[in-house]
């Protein structure tokens, strides 16, 4: 059974800075686009980055100045390190993993909670 599990979330301060790791297993992880979605109450679920196979990345408008997200394919984990947090960045962020319509996973989720 395919996993991705996240880690690193937690509260901090605005302006503070987190970084979040999603571990893969059960896939071959090379051949994977990956990425981070977030989620806040009463909202949908919205792209945060993602970062093709080949290492190409994208990242949200609001997001990109201060976010960065990065692979490590010897390690079969994707991190987002978020840098300038602000409170709008409350929210529960999850690891996706695509490779296609059907071979598409994701974890269940880390809470990231930005003080004012």
């Known amino acids: 059974q395919v996993q991705l599990v996240e880690s690193g979330g937690g509260l901090v301060q605005a302006g503070g800075s987190l970084r979040l790791s999603c571990a893969a297993s059960r896939i071959t992880f090379s051949a994977y686009d990956m990425g981070w979605y977030r989620q806040a109450p009463e909202n949908q679920r919205e792209l945060v980055a993602t970062i093709t196979s080949g290492g190409s990345t994208i990242a949200a408008d609001s997001m990109k100045d201060r976010f960065t997200i990065s692979r490590d394919n010897t390690k079969n984990t994707v991190s987002l390190q978020m840098d300038s947090l602000k409170p709008e960045d409350t929210a529960v962020y999850y690891c996706?993993?695509?490779?296609?319509?059907?071979?598409?996973?994701w974890g269940r989720g880390t809470q990231v909670t930005v003080s004012s």
């Open positions: 996706n993993a695509h490779r296609t319509d059907t071979l598409n996973y």
